[in-house]
Nanobody, 123 residues
Framework: QLQLVESGGGLAQPGGSLRLSCAAF????????IGWFHQAPGKEREGVSC????????TYADSVAGRFTISRDIAKNTVYLQMDSLKPEDTGVYYC????????????????WGQGTQVTVSS
């Protein structure tokens, strides 16, 4: 069954780090870009970062550039989001989603989503 499963969320202090994982089942990352999206409490889901199907292209929202790093392990069919220098405004649910080949900042362009993992940044 096609699935995306996020993990790695939790509680972190401001300035701390977390690493999120997005494991893909029943499809290969060779043909799909994976995007990470953030939904803060009471707000819409917004794109955070994306890695293309070939892994050669990555994108970041201005709010996380220089703090977050997206990567992938083809052997594990998993995409990671390393989150450093966390801020309280990074709090929310993080979702990963897939899109054929290329990244997009539009939620509607992604055809399959995970259930999300909660990240809370608080002292």
């Amino acid at each position: 069954q096609l699935q995306l499963v996020e993990s790695g969320g939790g509680l972190a202090q401001p300035g701390g780090s977390l690493r999120l994982s997005c494991a893909a089942f029943e499809f290969t990352l060779d043909f799909y870009a994976i995007g990470w999206f953030h939904q803060a409490p009471g707000k819409e889901r917004e794109g955070v970062s994306c890695i293309s199907s070939g892994g050669f292209s990555t994108t970041y929202a201005d709010s996380v550039a220089g703090r977050f790093t997206i990567s992938r392990d083809i052997a594990k069919n998993t995409v990671y989001l390393q989150m450093d220098s966390l801020k309280p405004e990074d709090t929310g649910v993080y979702y990963c989603a897939r899109r054929r080949y290329h990244c997009s900042g539009l939620r509607a362009d992604y055809d399959s989503w995970g259930q999300g993992t909660q990240v809370t940044v608080s002292s």
